[in-house]
């Protein structure tokens, strides 16, 4: 990739200035007096029970300021809070999912003051969704945008999408979990390429190194993602919170630690209502009713 291109995508301040975007965006059930500046929010699906979030900073290319993430933290909080969203969908513009991090705004920030200040702790609001997070990335997916993506349970792109953590290439390194997520996800030798040289890589190649599901044309990514949201959101939503947790555990502990973890949670399903009413329904041969219970 070449230096101007970075230069181009990271430092999106020379495109545009920063905090020009005061677009209010949509409201829905669980937030209805909540707006925002660079976001928009809505429900999709035929239930209205996937929850999209859409990145929108346009002449920035949804650069992640400090008050758009702010912004999307509390979004995704108040989605997760909501019983009538079964799965949330994050997502940007055809052009960019996010290009990285606003520049600009850090360029001054000091080590004291990063520290005084938690720096990218928003970033860790966002993980705690018990709910399934689903990232549709069209476009290019770079340094904070791509750990972004990383941060999200399931990844379907675009097929013009690009992903990359260049922070090598203006002097620091990634910090939201890039070097982590990429190296569970893709193994340490494409970690170490990915982040030590900077370079970009296409949807094809995100996919068949794991970093990516489903790969879908451009202009079908959306729809396609909310399908998958969909079927998410038809099973029971406790089950689908232990079954997410107990996939994390996966990434986080060792093996014979998880198959604790998931053997006990399995156990406790036992405990739900709506484990009896699964196994219920398959064996009477009807669709189940969940209760969340």
Request: some cysteine.
């Amino acid at each position: 990739m070449a230096l101007n291109s970075v230069r181009f995508i990271f430092n999106v301040s020379k495109i545009t200035s920063f905090g020009s975007l005061h677009q209010t965006g949509k409201r829905f059930a669980s937030a209805a007096a909540s707006s925002y500046q660079n976001i928009l929010t809505d429900k999709k699906g035929e239930k209205n029970n996937v929850g999209l979030i859409t990145l929108h900073r346009p002449k920035a290319l949804n650069a992640l300021c400090d008050a758009l993430v702010s912004e999307l933290a509390d979004a995704v909080q108040a989605m997760d809070k909501d019983e009538t969203i079964g799965a949330i969908i994050l997502t940007g513009s055809e052009k960019a999912f996010a290009a990285g991090a606003d520049i600009k705004e850090m360029l001054n920030k000091t080590y004291s003051e990063n520290v005084k200040t938690g720096l990218l702790e928003r970033w860790s609001d966002i993980g705690k969704c018990k709910k399934p997070l689903i990232a549709a990335v069209n476009g290019y997916a770079l340094g904070g945008g791509c750990e972004l993506a990383m941060m999200c349970d399931i990844i379907y792109a675009g097929d013009k999408a690009k992903f990359g953590q260049p922070e090598i290439i203006i002097g620091t390194i990634p910090g939201a979990g890039g070097t982590q997520r990429i190296a569970r996800s893709c193994g340490k030798s494409k970690a170490m390429e990915i982040c030590l040289t900077g370079d970009q890589i296409t949807a094809q190649e995100a996919e068949k190194m794991g970093l990516v599901s489903r790969v879908f044309p451009a202009d079908q990514l959306v729809a396609e993602t909310v399908k998958l949201g969909e079927r998410i959101a038809r099973h029971s939503p406790l089950i689908v919170q232990l079954c997410k947790e107990s996939v994390n555990v996966a990434f986080e502990t060792s093996l014979q630690e998880g198959l604790r973890f998931e053997r006990k949670t399995f156990y406790a399903t036992f405990a739900t209502e709506d484990r009896k009413e699964g196994m219920s329904a398959f064996t009477e041969k009807r669709k189940p009713n969940f209760k969340n219970n």
